[in-house]
């Protein structure tokens, strides 16, 4: 199985703008954006206030009331986007051997949303340091640990075989799906369901990123806050929800007559080695995980049709990552379609990656590629071509995506509509 | 066939030993670190007995400024990844930062990091929450932190598995080693010893109540009254074979196997999987069961988690096949922790010839397994057998051998 070909055969996503694949494609071909003042709490004690959030009704979706009382909001996410992949896919598990088939998960953050919840309960509102134990909810030690996530998709599917939380902050979207290609390649499973979910946005979530101005504070203008790659963008808009794959080998796809989304070419992580936040502006690191991207996938930089930037609208990130693609693309950066899908759905932090990854697969599924809302005045350091305001129709077989996180860690991802492997 | 990944440095941060002597001085002769809970007030709780790391001043190793913005888990995992470097021999500056990477394990993060800012937040404000929040708590934290401390720039990665994920971390770096990488940090160091890492343990059912603390962890027991949770864990220096010899160091052995798996979903009445996650590991080393000299217990002390352990190991082994042992019987559970400590644990056992003792039991009678209680047992070792378990059905299983 060694060298053996990866190829997504199934996809679901929940995001902000609605539940299921159609609504999330719909959102980004038109450049509607999510982003709204937050609704799910009071926000108005924070600096920034402004969030995408999803509307979702887990019983609509097919939850259990047990499931919904045990499952933070997030695995929630993750369950609801694994049924609807593995349902896309029409991959039938009846006949697979359960040990071949294993779950990837990635979440930055995991269960914050019950955490900071029951932690107020259980301390009676910060007062008490020696908390209530008797006050938990019984299953406050899945919430402590977020592998539970992983075993609930894994349960939800019935899977047996390799299974983990992958867990690099912001990358961890691109990480788990690029973990769950390596499992294949190496033989160590058939068939993958990963992705990744988050569910961040609750009080802990926007003090912490209050502390270090990292959140737009653009609070009166909440549809047009999240503005990567414009001079005035201030801050990224916090974000949640879950994008899940059905990932198997080329071959067998086949032989079962699979739709192909696109073939995992080729995938890298690399740290900067810097600082926990900041970045150096030049690019360096994410430009060498792109460059070992690339030369996996046994492509030149021509052969990118379109980047799907991290593109976080944070003054730092959005010239490094200018940067970055310059760096190792050449001139062919400045040819090449770049848009970032946050500036309409937020920062999932390590969702985002995989439902980056999913708005790639639809770009060479529709040959459109999604476009960056609300950039009207282009940076002066940020000089690529970045898709303003409305999508564009674009021949686009091969797509760049890429992620920079908390830690220093920057992925790329190669995603390529198999050629000559039929859809 | 693939390059071998090798372990040359080992940093432990153990509850019965800080730094590798001490803990194996303490392992190999049965001494226990479980003591009364001394990081908070634990008499209001019904578990008041925990494997805290004695001895640990972080001043003694870290700036304050890294001392403000960490966790005490992260601090430990940092100083631990320094012992470990320095046991391989290598100073960051010989190797090139790309071909040098960081993969760990976490459970619960910098979660006594995160009461502290939860408790800000909910009794004083949110612009009284730390900057440092941000990035003190999240999983990532201890590769990160390592990762900017060395200037490692390679391929490097975070998983979360529970208990098993310790394992996984290390399988991880192989394959990182197997990809090209020359050298990567791995391992894990996990601790949520505070109210609020409490409640949460509390909640999970798992935690022996038990108050004496010689008779309060004992897994495979009669008295198995569930496990005592500790902190702290290893970080190793996994190596490619080739650059281990062209440095021309001490080497402490293979890791040459690794199986993982998953249990299926509670009441669908069909078996557990670890007996599986061993199958793998062994064919994935080549290795046949008779040569596996000692099995490391992943050791839940639930009984039934107990005898699914032991209905595993004695099917792949076969009735008192080979030797078992739980030193972690000393520590507590370490979370993901508990499988780097227990491989490093499995590498001193190759090194010295001998299986440390499961301390303060005594097996019940229904167990076919041969478990090393009382004494160490000495004799050969060279090929040794790790397993972990971790909550909601994760299996790992790492094959080690001498080099």
């Avoid at chain 1, 053996?4 to 055969?9: E, G, P, Q």
């Amino acid at each position: 199985m060694a060298g053996s070909r990866v190829v997504i055969t199934g996809v679901g996503v929940t995001a902000p703008g609605g539940v299921g694949t159609k609504n999330f494609w719909g959102l980004l071909s038109e450049g509607r954006t999510a982003t709204r003042r937050i609704g799910s709490f009071d926000p108005s004690p924070f600096r920034s206030q402004v969030a995408a959030e999803i509307d979702f009704d887990p019983e609509l979706h097919g939850l259990s009331p047990q499931e919904i009382r045990r499952m933070d909001r997030a695995a929630q996410l993750a369950v609801v986007s694994a049924r609807e992949a593995v349902a896309d896919s029409g991959i039938d598990f009846a006949g697979t051997d359960p040990y071949r088939l294993g779950v990837t998960l990635g979440s930055a953050v995991g269960a914050t949303m019950g955490l900071d919840r029951e932690y107020r309960v259980v301390s009676d509102g910060g007062r008490k340091h020696l908390v209530d134990h008797e006050y938990a909810v019984p299953h406050l030690y899945d919430y402590l640990v977020p592998s539970s996530f992983t075993a609930e998709v894994a349960w939800a599917v019935g899977a047996q075989g390799p299974a983990t939380v992958v867990s690099t902050g912001c990358t961890s979207g691109l990480d788990s799906v690029g973990h769950a290609a390596e499992l294949i390649r190496e033989g160590a499973a058939d068939v993958m369901v990963t992705g990744a979910t988050d569910a961040p946005i609750s009080p802990i979530t926007l003090a912490c990123f209050d502390a270090i101005k990292a959140t737009t504070p653009r609070n009166d203008d909440p549809e047009h806050a999240s503005r990567p790659f414009d001079h005035t963008r201030n801050g990224f808009v916090l974000g949640e929800g879950a994008a899940m794959f059905v990932l198997e080998e080329l071959h067998s796809a086949r032989a079962r007559g699979a739709h192909i989304y696109a073939e995992v070419a080729g995938y890298a992580s690399r740290c900067n080695a810097f600082h926990m936040t900041g970045l150096r502006p030049d690019g360096t690191e994410m430009a060498e995980a792109i460059r070992q991207a690339l030369a996996q996938s046994r492509m030149n930089p021509e052969d990118i049709d379109y980047i799907n930037a991290h593109g976080s609208g944070t003054k730092q990130n959005d010239r490094h990552e200018t940067a970055a693609f310059k760096r190792s693309l050449g001139e062919h950066a400045r040819r090449t379609p770049v848009s970032s899908i946050k500036s309409m759905v937020g920062h999932s932090l390590g969702a985002i990656g995989s439902i980056e990854i999913a708005a790639s697969v639809l770009a060479i599924k529709h040959d459109v590629v999604p476009p960056t809302a609300n950039l009207h005045t282009p940076d002066p350091e940020c000089d690529l071509d970045y898709v303003p305001l409305t999508a564009r129709e674009w021949r686009t077989d091969a797509v760049l995506t890429v992620g920079s996180g908390f830690g220093g860690f920057q992925s790329a991802m190669v995603l390529a509509a198999p050629r000559g492997a039929g859809t | 066939m693939s390059a071998a990944a090798l372990v040359t440095g080992l940093g432990i941060a153990a509850p019965n030993g800080l730094g590798t002597d001490d803990f194996w001085s303490a392992t190999r002769s049965g001494k226990s670190g479980i003591g009364r809970i001394t990081r908070f007030d634990a008499s209001s709780y019904p578990a008041q007995l925990a494997g805290e790391v004695p001895g640990f001043q972080a001043e003694q190793y870290l700036s304050s400024q890294i001392r403000s913005q960490t966790d005490h888990m992260t601090r430990m995992a940092l100083v631990a990844s320094d012992w470990a470097l320095a046991d391989a021999g290598i100073t960051p500056d010989q190797f090139d930062a790309y071909d040098m990477g960081v993969v760990t394990a976490s459970s619960s993060g910098g979660f006594e990091f995160g009461q502290g800012e939860l408790q800000k937040l909910w009794s004083l404000g949110r612009r009284h929450v730390s900057a440092y929040q941000s990035f003190a708590w999240f999983y990532a934290v201890n590769s990160g932190q390592i990762s900017i401390r060395h200037g490692m720039k390679g391929p490097s990665g975070v998983v979360v598995s529970d208990q098993a994920g310790g394992l996984d971390a290390l399988a991880h770096a192989r394959r990182q080693i197997r990809g090209g990488t020359p050298v990567i940090v791995s391992g894990a160091v996990d601790a949520s010893i505070c109210p609020w890492g409490w409640a949460a343990q509390l909640a999970g059912g798992r935690v022996s109540t038990a108050e004496a603390p010689d008779r309060a962890f004992l897994p495979f027991d009669a008295e198995a009254c569930g496990h005592v949770p500790g902190e702290g864990g290893a970080i190793l220096v996994v190596e490619h074979a080739d650059s281990a010899r062209h440095r021309g160091v001490r080497v402490w052995g293979e890791l040459a196997g690794y199986g993982a798996t998953f249990d299926p979903k509670p009441g669908s009445g069909r078996e557990p999987a670890l007996h599986k996650a061993i199958e793998l590991a062994l064919a994935d080393a080549g290795t046949e069961p008779g040569d596996v000299d000692v099995v490391f217990a992943d050791a839940a002390a639930v009984p039934e988690l107990d005898r699914q352990e032991a209905d595993a190991i004695t099917a792949v082994f076969g009735p008192r096949g080979v030797p078992v042992t739980a030193p972690k019987t000393m520590t507590g559970r370490l979370y993901s922790g508990a499988g780097p400590l227990d491989v490093a644990a499995a590498l001193l056992s190759v090194r010295d010839g001998v299986i440390p003792p499961t301390a303060h039991v005594q097996q019940a009678p229904g167990y076919t397994i041969d478990l090393v209680t009382g004494q160490p047992r000495t004799g050969e070792v060279r090929t040794a057998l790790v397993l972990a378990r971790g909550h909601g059905g994760f299996n790992s299983a790492l094959l080690v051998r001498a080099a």
